[in-house]
């Protein structure tokens, strides 16, 4: 995915071994975290409560405002199912079920940097994009486009709409972008280059990360024989995270 604005941080050999083993025990709490939220949540992410007879089921309901919500959606697909995709540009109607789980996978960009200019595959572990759950996740689609998997139309559209029927959703239910922020996830919506300009949300964590030198990514990299890196949880934040119910009634009494 496109290059990411990441702090930069000179570490030694030992600094690293530590903070790369407390990064993971944190990206594997923060990951839990979410999993545990989206399975909470999911009662509210009811494909068919937005777009309605627009999804085929065994009891096609109309839905209000399901033709507004298709509308959109046929109209974020058309504008990105061209190039890499190269799929139709029209929805068929009703769409095929969408999966009501909901899924947070890892954000992750390329990174060129080093002696030699090297692709680095870097994960973000407090960043996911989310979606519905699908059976072509985003590396898959990846693998689709460049060529490393045979191209198959229909699981390369239903990815699209998994990703895009959450932007939707959100565009209709704006108070559920607010409690993903009451659970401290900052919400954004962002276009992946490589992807066609494929518009995802992205949660984060109110934790910081930074990125070592590239020479130093590199010779890890080197060691490892895996062009793949993790950006690394910056400790000291950790006792800063911002509480933004406790800033919201500071605000508030100030205004009174």
């Given at each position: 995915?496109?290059?990411?604005?990441?702090a930069r941080?000179?570490?030694?050999?030992?600094?690293f071994l530590?903070l790369?083993?407390?990064t993971?025990?944190?990206?594997?709490?923060?990951e839990k975290?979410l999993?545990?939220?989206?399975?909470?949540?999911r009662p509210l992410?009811?494909?068919?409560?937005?777009?309605g007879?627009?999804?085929?089921s065994s009891?096609?309901?109309?839905?209000?405002?399901a033709?507004?919500?298709?509308?959109?959606?046929q109209?974020?697909?058309?504008?990105?199912?061209?190039?890499?995709f190269e799929?139709?540009k029209?929805l068929?109607?009703?769409?095929?079920?969408?999966?009501?789980h909901l899924?947070?996978?890892?954000?992750?960009?390329?990174?060129?940097g080093?002696?030699?200019d090297k692709?680095t595959k870097?994960?973000c572990?407090?960043k996911?994009?989310?979606s519905y759950?699908?059976e072509c996740?985003l590396?898959?689609l990846?693998a689709m486009?460049s060529?490393?998997e045979?191209?198959?139309?229909e699981?390369?559209?239903q990815?699209?709409?998994?990703?895009?029927?959450?932007?939707?959703?959100l565009?209709h239910y704006?108070?559920?972008?607010s409690?993903?922020e009451?659970?401290?996830?900052?919400?954004?919506?962002?276009?992946?280059?490589?992807?066609?300009?494929?518009p995802?949300i992205?949660l984060k964590?109110?934790v910081q990360?930074?990125l070592?030198p590239?020479d130093?990514?590199?010779?890890?990299t080197?060691?490892s024989?895996?062009?793949?890196?993790q950006e690394?949880v910056?400790q000291?934040?950790l006792k800063?995270i911002?509480?933004p119910?406790?800033?919201?009634?500071?605000?508030?009494?100030a205004e009174?």
């Open positions: 995915m496109g290059q990411e604005q990441v941080k000179s570490l030694d050999n030992q600094e530590q790369r083993k407390a993971e025990k944190i990206a594997d709490a923060l975290r999993k545990n939220h989206l399975s909470v949540l992410f009811v494909p068919r409560k937005l777009f007879s627009y999804i085929k009891s096609m309901q109309d839905v209000p405002g033709d507004k919500a298709f509308a959109e959606l109209e974020h697909y058309a504008a990105v199912c061209g190039g890499p799929l139709p029209k068929p109607a009703p769409l095929a079920p969408i999966s009501n899924e947070g996978t890892p954000l992750q960009y390329t990174l060129h080093g002696a030699n692709e870097i994960t572990p407090t996911w994009v989310l759950r699908s996740p590396t898959r990846h486009i060529g490393k045979t191209r198959q139309p699981d390369m559209r990815a699209l709409i998994d990703h895009l029927a959450i932007v939707v959703f565009e704006p108070a559920l972008t409690l993903f009451d659970l401290r996830y900052h919400v954004e919506t962002r276009e992946l280059p490589e992807f066609g300009g494929l995802v992205i964590a109110p990360t930074f070592p590239d130093f990514i590199q010779q890890v080197q060691l024989g895996i062009p793949a890196f690394i910056e000291e934040a800063d911002p509480d119910l406790r800033e919201d009634l500071i605000k508030a009494a009174g």
